[in-house]
């Protein structure tokens, strides 16, 4: 590479653009941007990229205090520099891109109506530039109006289709607006080609299908709540992975990290939530251990979101709810006690009902009778076998034996007689006592027809049982999470990036500079 | 002679076939004095081509120190045409082995002063070289020499005793006053720097005022009668006003260099350019702004000042390719675009050095105002010019391809590209602009392909690679981004420490 044929400085803010974009190196970076603006201080280049840096030093900030002051200074700071710096160009020779880097250092400094003015004269003057259509639609989206953040960049990805973070930010905002399905299509397009590997689209993918989720559990489709709160779980944790880096389109923010797993949790319990209301008992009870586990994957999540997160005050939240619900009514508990319970209650009340029914049709036989009519004590009456005791011979007292014994029925009875005595002492009925006493049966047409209407409702009961006893998880309100705007950086690319300023004195060079002596 | 048959065709004969003439030549055993008259043949042949194929001349005065080995003059110059080719360390050598050959005192003092320069700083070396031959140039230039080594060795109360010592063999010399005021300057004396300044603006404005006397006591002659001393005195007091207006422009360079205030600076500046607007002390003063003025709104305008002055003092203004240039420039980073317009368009007329950096500039300047249609004519212009010059090339590109000329842009880049097939850094230079035109186009896969093969021709083109992991980044094949980046980093600390002098 023949060296003379570029600035070299420019060298240095390219490798420290790599050192804060992709290495994260903030400090470096700093350093050697610091040290190339103050050799060319008025070079915006450097001074866009001192803007850069600080904005996602800010960002990628992970101190416990949260403590940006000194960077957002800085921002401000530089940010006004650049603006300066413009303002030594009169405005009569402004083109483009200098109305795009005005937009750009006033969104830095939060002048969002007047950055807005300027991207929309960038535009006015080059139409076909696609960076002040996504400033313009970065600034929309910031003050809220969802629709002409959506054209802008609508406009943008016409131009460029290629770039996905453009696309991201496009869905972003239809996500905003409720266009779930172009959201969807978008996000399926980038996720197909980056091999699932693009941050920003895994973290709306989270988002777009919790909301899906939300929505179709609001409709009672718990089904299809299931399915989507799934999937949202799954690119929310594949998001969460991208905390390493590995090769993913760039590193997740702590912000992004905790709104992420965040996300994550409300989903599990969501999930949770719409998978409760489903399935027969059998299958309820099947789902008990599963739903442990969401909660303890919930809980293992909302934990992950440090003190100081700006999500920290509602992850605290649910993770109390989650520990109370679990100390109360542990979805263990519920499987080991609750459910079984139930069952016990149906099965009983089916036994009584069948009973009540056997007892019924068979009230008439000896043996329900006697099970089901109270005992009447018969036997011979005293004055009417004291005469006989004396036919008892002293090696036979049958009649003696039979005086002491008695009946619950005069049948018995007198069968017992006839087969003990025979035929040679006839038995009368009036010598039995309580021979005639009437019986009160248990089972009355009315305590049959109780029982009967009772048992159902046990068993009705018992069924619904579970449904009863159900998680309170259904009762945790959890706040969503909202998502921060995505703000990325860009690499830069060298067509955009060689500044005019590349062979500036190239002619006084020519003269002025040393050659050695030579003898012509 | 068979020599003669060689220098006839000397200038229209490749240096190779010269050369092999050469070695047959010397085979034939010649006479001593046919060698010598070699010798200054093929010296003069290389001094002829040295500033524009200085490879070849090199190979020239290598073999003049061959055939000559104690000529000091064809060891300076094959030193010349290596610090042409950027191999300075190797002419450092050169140049040191030429002063060890008894070189003429004059170019002894031209290889010290490169030698103890800006560029080169091996200030230690000079100090050696006078050291071990103390006669090499003129005691006056010898103690000069030793304060300036001094000076910038940081040795100052060494560099104050040469000075002294300069100063007792030439005390009228304003010049050896201003370097001991530089000293005392630089050890933050400033009431003894300032003394020695006006001991030497003085000298030098005594010298202007009593030659104006010598003239103004001349009678007075009727128009159009010579009058030989007349004619004499006024260009001795035109070389005493250049002299002090260099002194001016000296002592604000040296303020400039311990960053003083401008206003103090150009105090000296303004006398400079009163005393004598046409002299190269004015040009000197305006290119000093400018170059240090790109951010400066204020040095800018005094520069356009400077350099209007300048051109107007001229006996032929506007006729300064290279002052029109420049003043275009200033007006240009003042945003003054019409001026601009109209100072590069009449540099752009004289044909020389320049012509094609002020097509070029005329370009920028119709670029920077997002005007591609005029600006195209004057890259073509610039190209057809030098076609060999990157920037002029990469601009052309850029221009044609802001105006949608795909092709038109494609078809320079190849036709180029042929021209440069065994130059493999060039041709990855072309190579990467192809890319850059696919890019441009959006068209990814087809500058990736580019960007390849630049990278397979100079793996080191840092700008390629930068621009491979962009493209690796907007397909979404991260990991593979990532390589590429880590490697352009690699390839930026290179290139950096490569380029940071030693």
């Given at each position: 590479m023949n060296l003379k044929n570029y600035n070299l400085i420019d060298f240095s803010a390219y490798l420290s653009s790599i050192l804060f974009s992709i290495d994260y190196d903030f400090e470096k970076a700093e350093s050697q941007l610091l040290d190339v603006h103050e050799k060319e201080p008025g070079n915006l280049l450097y001074i866009l990229l001192l803007c850069q840096l600080y904005q996602k030093k800010i960002e990628y900030c992970s101190l416990p205090n949260g403590d940006t002051m000194r960077d957002e200074t800085e921002l401000a700071n530089y940010a006004q520099k650049g603006l300066d710096t413009l303002d030594k160009k009169p405005r009569t020779v402004w083109i483009d891109s200098d109305f795009q880097q005005q937009g750009a250092f006033l969104t830095y400094k939060s002048n969002l109506e007047e950055a807005l003015k300027a991207y929309q004269q960038a535009i006015s003057i080059n139409p076909k530039a696609t960076d002040p259509r996504i400033g313009l639609g970065v600034v929309y989206q910031k003050q809220k109006k969802w629709n002409e953040a959506r054209a802008a960049f609508e406009q943008a990805r016409r131009l460029d289709p290629n770039d996905f973070t453009l696309r991201c930010n496009l869905v972003e905002i239809l996500i905003e607006q409720d266009q779930f399905k172009e959201a969807e299509e978008h996000l399926a397009f980038v996720r197909r080609l980056t091999s699932e590997r693009h941050l920003d689209a895994l973290i709306l993918s989270g988002k777009l299908y919790a909301r899906l989720g939300d929505k179709a559990r609001d409709n009672d489709d718990t089904v299809e709540a299931d399915g989507r709160f799934d999937k949202a779980i799954y690119f929310l944790d594949k998001a969460a992975?991208?905390?390493?880096?590995?090769?993913?389109s760039r590193k997740i923010t702590p912000a992004e990290s905790c709104t992420v797993h965040y996300l994550s949790g409300y989903c599990q319990i969501r999930q949770l939530q719409a998978r409760e209301k489903k399935g027969s008992l059998i299958e309820r009870f099947n789902f008990a251990t599963e739903s442990q586990r969401n909660v303890d994957k919930a809980l293992f999540k909302f934990g992950r979101?440090?003190?100081?997160?700006?999500n920290s005050f509602e992850a605290n939240q649910a993770v109390r709810q989650l520990k109370k619900y679990r100390k109360e009514s542990s979805p263990l508990k519920e499987v080991g006690a609750q459910v079984p319970k139930g069952t016990v209650v149906v099965i009983l009340a089916v036994l009584v009902l069948i009973s009540a029914q056997i007892f019924f049709l068979f009230r008439e036989t000896s043996l329900v009778r006697a099970i089901t009519q109270p005992d009447v004590i018969c036997y011979i009456q005293p004055s009417k076998i004291q005469p006989l005791l004396k036919l008892d011979s002293v090696a036979d007292l049958k009649l003696t034996r039979f005086a002491r014994l008695t009946f619950n029925h005069p049948d018995s009875l007198i069968a017992r007689w006839q087969r003990d005595m025979g035929e040679t002492i006839r038995i009368e009925?009036?010598?039995?006592?309580?021979?005639d006493a009437k019986h009160t049966p248990l089972l009355t047409e009315g305590f049959y027809v109780f029982i009967t209407f009772a048992s159902l409702l046990f068993i009705i009961a018992g069924l619904a049982l579970p449904e009863l006893t159900?998680?309170?998880?259904?009762?945790i309100e959890l706040e969503k999470a909202k998502l921060e705007t995505i703000t990325t950086i860009t690499s830069l690319n060298m067509l955009n990036g060689i500044s005019d300023n590349r062979s500036s004195g190239a002619a006084s060079d020519s003269r002025t500079s040393g050659t050695g002596p030579s003898v012509i | 002679m068979g020599n003669l048959t060689i220098i006839d065709n000397l200038p229209t004969q490749p240096v190779a076939d010269t050369l092999q003439e050469v070695d047959q030549f010397l085979k034939t055993q010649p006479d001593p004095d046919a060698v010598a008259q070699l010798v200054k043949d093929l010296y003069s042949f290389g001094t002829k081509i040295m500033n524009d194929d200085p490879v070849a001349a090199e190979k020239l005065f290598r073999k003049v120190t061959e055939l000559d080995p104690n000529y000091a003059n064809g060891y300076i110059n094959w030193g010349f045409s290596l610090h042409k080719q950027g191999r300075n360390d190797e002419a450092v050598d050169q140049y040191k082995i030429s002063l060890t050959k008894s070189p003429e005192p004059s170019l002894a003092l031209d290889v010290l002063k490169w030698l103890g320069g800006k560029d080169v700083k091996r200030f230690q070396d000079v100090l050696d070289a006078l050291q071990a031959q103390p006669d090499l140039v003129t005691p006056l230039d010898k103690e000069k020499l030793l304060g300036d080594m001094e000076f910038q060795l940081k040795h100052f109360s060494k560099a104050a005793e040469a000075y002294e010592r300069a100063q007792q063999l030439a005390?009228?010399?304003?010049f050896i006053l201003k370097a001991l005021g530089d000293v005392y300057c630089a050890l933050l004396q400033e009431p003894k720097a300032s003394q020695y300044y006006t001991q030497a603006i003085t000298l030098a404005t005594e010298s202007v005022y009593t030659t104006e006397q010598a003239i103004s006591a001349l009678p007075q002659v009727a128009s159009g009668q010579v009058q030989p001393d007349r004619n004499s005195l006024e260009t001795t007091v035109t070389e005493a006003r250049k002299t002090l207006a260099r002194l001016h422009y000296e002592i604000g360079d040296t303020l400039l260099s311990l960053d003083a205030d401008l206003d103090q600076i150009w105090a000296h500046w303004k006398e400079a350019v009163q005393i004598a607007p046409g002299a190269e002390s004015t040009l000197s003063i305006a290119d000093t702004l400018y170059n240090n003025g790109q951010a400066n709104r204020d040095r800018l305008t005094k520069a356009v000042d400077t350099y209007t002055t300048y051109n107007q003092a001229s006996p032929t203004p506007d006729s300064d390719a290279y002052v029109l240039l420049n003043l275009g420039l200033c007006h240009y980073y003042l945003y003054n675009y019409p001026a601009a317009t109209e100072t590069l368009t009449k540099a752009a007329?004289?044909?020389?050095?320049y012509q094609h950096y002020a097509n070029y500039w005329l370009g920028v300047l119709y670029s920077g105002q997002r005007k591609f249609e005029e600006a195209e004519p004057y890259y073509q212009r610039a190209f057809r010019q030098k076609p060999d010059e990157y920037f002029i090339i990469e601009g052309l590109i850029l221009c044609l391809t802001a105006l949608g000329k795909k092709d038109e842009a494609l078809t320079i880049c190849q036709k180029t590209k042929a021209r440069y097939s065994t130059d493999q850094e060039r041709t990855a230079e072309i190579s990467y602009l192809i890319g850059n035109i696919h890019l441009d186009f959006k068209e990814l896969d087809k500058a990736l392909l580019y960007y390849k093969e630049a990278l397979q021709q100079d793996p080191r083109h840092v700008f390629a690679r930068h621009n491979l992991a962009h493209i690796l980044e907007k397909k979404g094949e991260y990991q593979k981004a990532r390589n590429n980046w880590n490697k352009a980093k690699s390839n930026y600390l290179d290139l950096l420490i490569k380029s940071t002098p030693v």
């Open positions: 992975q991208a905390g390493n880096y590995g090769d993913f979101i440090p003190e100081y997160a700006h009925r009036s010598w039995i006592e309580n021979a159900k998680l309170k998880v259904g009762s | 005390a009228a010399d304003p007329q004289s044909a020389g050095d």
